[in-house]
């Protein structure tokens, strides 16, 4: 039916499959996000962390950060230069009990799906009398995209690059469209595309560095043209040409902002890490986290990067060229998960290779049917053989003793509740004298600690006289039973809070596993 109605029928399967995907998606969110939380699974880094420095935006202090700093309250911008991700803050605010970030990074997921599959289904349906084969594959390969479901399903920040991604080149692709129709009033489209370029580089500090690869095979290649076809007054008339000069324009601030990323804004704001990020992909580790080796393993995963977004990018020299730039420091990268671009580590990619499927469309390159099979049987079958596609809401075995987790969630409440209680006790004889409550707790109780608090990690209690003077109060809360063997072994916490514990910390209430002390000034 739909290939004999195809222009009446294709907008109705389109919606009706958009929906499906929010509410299937929804669903899943709901379920994996209360699994996560349920079973410990989400620490302090990243998840806490993240929420803790949108917390602190929120509430005037900047992107302050007890997380990511070896400072008390360093800036999360010297571990990250991200202030984009301000943009998830009002769900952090909105929404109680540390469930925020997970709300703002699905939906921003959510949309990221809808808004690159509108633009398709727009290109697809332009001048066109029936069904696209291009379009059919870039409707699948986005409503079942394992990269960005990676992404969405990390509960980081970055989802937001691939947002923003799209909106820039968005208003990039109008503006070339502008001037194909021979379009001479360009102000108000340069404007929005400085808008949105600054949008984009804002969302991650080496944004910018991936935009340079991309665009510098198709800014040589523009040129190479422009050189070929016209004289030197030719290339300054002909209007054609502006897209070239703009390319040459978006590279010129794009290396200026890194320049004020990585080496201005470290001496501005008294931190030696310029060269911090360089420094992270090349850190190494132990060889156990190393899954990817050997170049076939490296070619494997570029392919399956190209599979995802349907391969049409292949078609298109320059892009591919750029891509593959961007993929080669995932290559060279030391750190695991960058290399073996797992994660919420494919960022970096899928803004230009969903770029590269959009400009696919509006290409005048063809695809015949048994490919279009071809394609999408190659990316089911990849999907089908990724094991966390989608994450399943169960563990194969307990991360903790089952008795000693039940503890702790019975201790919870109660814990909370003495929090609460000993604060009132404290306001009620400080009448006259603000006080904020500072609570530090280990690693994987700190999402269910009362989020009205100021949450640090258990490592900061070094610099706990510091940090708790005589407008706050502190106390700690930690379960030493309740911890990995591995990474966090009991002995460590308990030599983490015995180095800072003084002769005067009180012990106010004692669960089952869960202890909570009060600090002495």
Not at 380 to 385: A, C, I, Q, T
Request: charged share 15%; glycine share 6%.
């Amino acid at each position: 039916m739909a290939w004999l109605n195809q222009t009446k029928v294709l907008p109705y399967l389109v919606g009706v499959s958009g929906f499906c995907f929010l509410i299937t998606s929804s669903f899943h969110a709901y379920g994996l996000t209360h699994f996560f939380a349920d079973s410990f699974l989400l620490h302090d880094a990243d998840y806490v962390g993240i929420s803790d420095v949108l917390l602190s935006f929120v509430k005037g202090y900047g992107f302050q950060s007890h997380y990511y700093s070896d400072t008390v309250n360093g800036s999360y911008l010297n571990h990250h230069f991200a202030p984009g991700m301000g943009f998830l803050s009002p769900f952090v605010k909105w929404i109680p009990n540390r469930y925020g970030l997970a709300v703002g990074v699905f939906l921003c997921y959510q949309l990221t799906t809808i808004l690159w599959l509108y633009w398709a289904y727009l290109v697809s349906q332009k001048n066109k009398q029936s069904i696209d084969l291009k379009f059919l594959v870039i409707w699948v390969v986005l409503t079942n995209q394992l990269y960005l479901y990676r992404i969405g399903s990390s509960y980081h920040f970055e989802i937001l690059v691939v947002l923003f991604g799209c909106f820039f080149f968005y208003q990039w692709e109008k503006y070339k469209t502008l001037l194909l129709e021979g379009g001479t009033k360009f102000t108000k489209q340069l404007y929005l595309i400085g808008l949105f370029l600054l949008l984009f580089l804002l969302q991650k500090e080496d944004i910018g560095f991936y935009l340079c690869l991309f665009f510098l095979p198709i800014f040589l290649n523009s040129l190479f043209h422009l050189f070929r076809n016209h004289s030197l007054k030719g290339i300054l008339d002909a209007q054609e040409n502006r897209d070239s000069f703009l390319i040459f324009g978006i590279l010129l601030v794009t290396v200026l902002y890194l320049g004020f990323v990585f080496f201005l804004f470290p001496i501005l704001n008294g931190s030696h890490s310029i060269f911090g990020w360089s420094q992270v992909l090349r850190q190494e580790y132990h060889s156990s986290f190393k899954q990817v080796t050997g170049i076939p393993k490296s070619i494997q995963i570029y392919l399956e990067l190209l599979m995802s977004t349907g391969l049409g990018i292949i078609q298109l020299v320059p892009e591919l060229l750029g891509i593959s730039l961007i993929y080669l420091t995932h290559v060279f990268s030391t750190r695991p998960w960058h290399h073996e671009v797992y994660s919420y580590y494919s960022y970096s990619l899928l803004p230009f290779l969903l770029y590269g499927g959009i400009l696919w469309l509006k290409s005048k390159k063809q695809i015949s049917l048994p490919i279009v099979f071809l394609i999408l049987a190659c990316l089911f079958w990849k999907n089908s053989m990724d094991q966390n596609f989608p994450l399943e809401a169960q563990l194969e075995k307990n991360l903790y003793d089952p008795k000693i987790q039940s503890q702790v969630i019975e201790d919870l409440p109660h814990a909370n509740g003495i929090l609460q209680t000993e604060a009132a006790k404290v306001l009620s004889n400080r009448t006259n004298q603000a006080t904020e409550q500072i609570v530090f707790s280990q690693y994987n109780l700190s999402f269910f600690i009362n989020d009205k608090v100021t949450l640090y990690p258990l490592e900061q209690l070094r610099n706990g006289k510091e940090i708790c003077d005589q407008t706050k109060i502190c106390y700690v809360v930690l379960a030493p039973e309740f911890t990995d063997t591995i990474l966090w072994p009991k002995q460590r916490i308990l030599d983490t809070f015995a180095e800072a514990k003084t002769l005067n910390d009180q012990k106010i209430w004692q669960g089952k596993q869960i202890e909570v002390w009060a600090l002495s000034k």
